[in-house]
């Protein structure tokens, strides 16, 4: 079965970098299809989509973000990484990442989630 | 790009039917058939129950349903139940990223 959690620093300072790892199993990112997204959700507030990664190397970024963003996979690892660089108080969130199986198209399309990774930006 | 607009908040009793309506424009829902629904209850992750518009993943019960018109895209959920209550999310790829609706709390009276 498909399983994933996210991993990372719980606190962090305004204009460090943050990093999240995405370790998944059930799945492999080298299979025609599959994809790896981030979403985040700040508290009492809306999703927002991210990121996605494609089993090809295929990235894709929420415009408002793309300068901050990167992502990237390790396949034989099975992790997606996602890091953001200059954060700020606003981007405390909880975020998750999440599976883009391959019957969907586009990243809006994800069945299966983390649980999700509370980061809060503070000094 | 904006979030997509939807209701903050509708309600219903149970065993009615209600619909959360999901307004974009055609760069986003007017441009795919590919908007995906989201049920989120407090504290939890949010759960797939509709994508492509209108298709349900395998375990969703057929009282959830989708559809589009034009730029707005809407989830029925008919015969209400009280575990039905939570938040609900639209999700649809524009152009080359994806976004988001503002989410809409559903109260089951």
């Known amino acids: 079965q498909i399983a994933l959690k996210e991993s990372g620093p719980t606190l962090v300072k305004p204009t460090q970098t943050l990093t999240l790892t995405c370790t998944f199993s059930g799945f492999s990112l080298s299979t025609s299809g599959v994809g790896v997204g981030w979403i985040r959700q700040p508290p009492g507030k809306a999703l927002e989509w991210l990121a996605v990664?494609?089993?090809?190397?295929?990235?894709r970024y929420s415009p408002s973000l793309k300068s901050r963003v990167t992502i990237t996979k390790d396949t034989s690892k099975n992790q997606v990484v996602l890091t953001m660089t200059n954060m700020d108080p606003v981007d405390t969130a909880t975020y998750y990442c999440?599976?883009?199986?391959?019957?969907?198209?586009?990243?809006?399309?994800?069945?299966?989630w983390g649980q999700g990774t509370l980061v809060t930006v503070s000094s | 790009q904006s979030a997509l607009t939807q209701p903050r908040s509708v309600s219903g009793s149970p065993g009615q039917s209600v619909t959360i309506s999901c307004s974009g424009t055609s760069s986003d829902v007017g441009g795919y058939d590919h908007v995906s629904w989201y049920q989120q209850h407090p504290g939890k992750a949010p759960k797939f129950i509709i994508y492509d518009v209108t298709k349900r993943p395998s375990g969703v019960p057929d009282r959830f349903s989708g559809s589009k018109s034009g730029n707005t895209a809407s989830l029925t959920i008919s015969g209400l139940q009280a575990e039905d209550e939570a938040d609900y999310y639209c999700?649809?790829?524009?152009?080359?990223?994806?976004?988001f609706g503002g989410g809409t709390k559903l109260t089951v009276l």
């Open positions: 999440a599976h883009r199986p391959p019957y969907c198209r586009g990243g809006s399309c994800l069945d299966y």
């Open positions: 990664i494609y089993w090809n190397d295929d990235r």
């Open positions: 999700c649809s790829p524009a152009s080359s990223s994806s976004v």
